[in-house]
Nanobody, 114 residues
């Protein structure tokens, strides 16, 4: 199983980035997908989650600014991040789960400068 996240980078506050996570080795349509992030010195936190059926949920800190989506044909989950703030700086990880099966991607660094 592989979850390959990409799309991170350096952006100014107010800017946008789109993260992608390409999956392989799982039946993508059967898995709920999520994005987590971990800022320096902090615990990993859930950012956004999307069920296998496409229903999204968001953490309060990013609600209205980020959008999670999935493309079954491409086995890929996305995180569109708009109106970025310096406090969004973190390593972002994608995550796949189905029952007791859980997998993590390698992470992609997002740095937002003020």
């Amino acid at each position: 199983v592989q979850l390959q996240a990409c799309g991170g980078g350096l952006v100014q506050a107010g800017g946008s980035l789109r993260l992608s996570c390409l999956t392989s080795g799982i039946v993508f349509g059967n898995y709920a997908m999520a994005w987590y992030r971990q800022a320096p010195g902090k615990q990993r936190e859930l950012v956004a989650d999307i069920t296998s059926g496409g229903s999204p949920k968001y953490s309060d800190s990013i609600k209205g600014r980020f959008t999670i989506s999935r493309d079954k044909a491409k086995n890929t989950v996305y995180l569109q991040m708009n109106s970025l703030k310096p406090e969004d700086t973190a390593v972002y990880y994608c995550h796949a789960r189905r029952g007791g099966f859980k997998y993590w991607g390698q992470g992609t660094l997002v740095t937002v400068s003020s």
